[in-house]
């Protein structure tokens, strides 16, 4: 189910940032992403398998929300948008 509004959702947070990779499989493909954050913060992306449309948005400046996992510095994005270029693309997903 697509949800018009991430913000209503009262345990996520969001960031923006660069998603970049931090993990390769045997085969040299990216098998990790993180989001890199202003000042030296990296947040790690827990649920790539589910969001493999994510990796179309390497390299690119992004707006991610969804619940953050403290004891792994990691989140799983519910709700992600792109910043820079193209405003309009949108990617929702539950």
Known sequence: MERADYR???NWET???VLI???WDGDFHVSKISLACNGEKDIAIANLEERPDLLALLQKRVRIAGPVDPMRKAVTVKWCRLEDEDANHRSHKE
């Open 8 to 10: 209503q959702e009262p």
């Open 15 to 17: 960031f923006v940032g």
């Open 21 to 23: 990779p931090s993990g």
